[in-house]
């Protein structure tokens, strides 16, 4: 079998791997996952893009992504294994492929199933019949799967989320720390209005690593005035390692929802050796079962964060004890060399 990667964007995985080596940030999964089975890498960018692919796009995807599907649909056959990495790319290539006598086999990470045009794709062209395995790493995205679009459980393969424990580990703490850190990252379906509530009055920094240009999702994550101890801007890769080590406690304060959002804050901030509190969202509920390992608080809930935040600056060793569990459990089963390997035992079981 000959393998390939579809990826949704356009990257420099050797140069990502040259500055991983160095140590200079997190390495990428999809260049090790390359390196392991000899598969050839596509990225959008690269191709043509044609009116055909840009009315496609209306359906779903962007019309880079079509333009990808389009040129691989034609060179591909059955004896090529791809893996995508999101719905971006993976449903564009299953439509396209679909109608091949012999298509390649189709192995597609799915990150929100239940959005309305990843449902419509996956219901109008019968994609269900036409994937040969469908991933994720949260079960929500499971369940609806089965309900709605009645994928069998034979095609349905969980693979638990990972983050480079290599590059985010315990280290020393800056020299220069005045007091306190509370810790956060990441935007997506994040609720820092909560945080800031439960915080505005306390003797700590609160410091997030959430930076863009767009006013919808930040008029929706942050109040309109930061309180005078949190501030939030773009943090380059070895501050954001930093950030995390400096970190007394680190929050992921999310908005309900069945994807995953908050899970790669979640899992860097473990691996670094810190205290968790997190959201018990839908999304997150597979990784929040570990007694001892995160303090989980409902969504909304600015008065449940405040409580569980000051249980934990009143109670540092047992939140220290909390922490070591946690970076146990990430360094030996969330690590990414452990979910590479995964992935090419699932590659190479698809015939």
Request: aromatic share 8%; proline share 6%; hydrophobic share 40%.
């Amino acid at each position: 079998m000959k393998y390939h990667l579809a990826l949704g964007s356009s990257l420099d995985l050797e140069g990502i791997n040259r500055e991983a080596l160095l140590g200079k940030r997190p390495g990428h999964i999809m260049w090790d996952l390359s390196q392991a089975v000899a598969a050839s890498v596509h990225m959008p960018g690269r191709e043509q893009i044609l009116p055909i692919d840009r009315l496609r796009a209306k359906l779903i995807s962007l019309p880079e992504h079509w333009a990808l599907a389009r040129k691989l649909s034609s060179e591909l056959h059955e004896e090529d294994v791809v893996y995508c990495n999101g719905e971006d790319i993976g449903l564009p290539l299953a439509i396209l492929c679909g109608a091949k006598p012999n298509r390649p086999k189709l192995i597609i990470f799915f990150h929100a199933a239940n959005r309305p045009r990843v449902r419509a794709a996956l219901t109008l062209f019968r994609l269900e019949e036409k994937i040969d395995v469908f991933v994720s790493n949260t079960e929500p995205q499971f369940n609806y799967l089965r309900k709605t679009v009645r994928v069998p459980e034979s095609r349905l393969h969980y693979l638990a989320e990972q983050t480079d424990t290599r590059f985010f580990c315990p280290g020393p703490v800056s020299p220069d720390k005045a007091r306190p850190i509370i810790a956060s990252a990441g935007l997506e379906l994040r609720d820092y209005k909560i945080l800031a509530a439960a915080t505005a009055d306390l003797n700590v920094d609160v410091k997030i690593s959430g930076f863009s240009r767009d006013a919808v999702p930040l008029a929706k994550s942050f109040p309109k005035t930061l309180p005078a101890n949190m501030s939030r801007r773009y943090y380059e890769w070895a501050e954001l390692v930093q950030l995390y080590r400096d970190a007394d406690l680190v929050v992921v304060s999310l908005f309900q929802g069945d994807a995953s959002s908050g899970i790669t804050t979640l899992m860097e901030a473990m691996a670094c050796g810190r205290p968790v509190i997190a959201t018990q969202t839908n999304g997150l509920a597979d990784y929040l079962q570990t007694p001892g390992t995160v303090i989980p608080i409902a969504p909304g809930d600015s008065n449940g964060l405040k409580a569980a935040i000051a249980y934990v600056f009143a109670h540092p060793e047992e939140a220290e004890a909390q922490a070591k569990r946690a970076y146990q459990m990430i360094s030996e089963h969330h690590n990414s060399q452990r979910y590479v390997e995964k992935l090419v035992s699932l590659l190479k079981s698809v015939r």
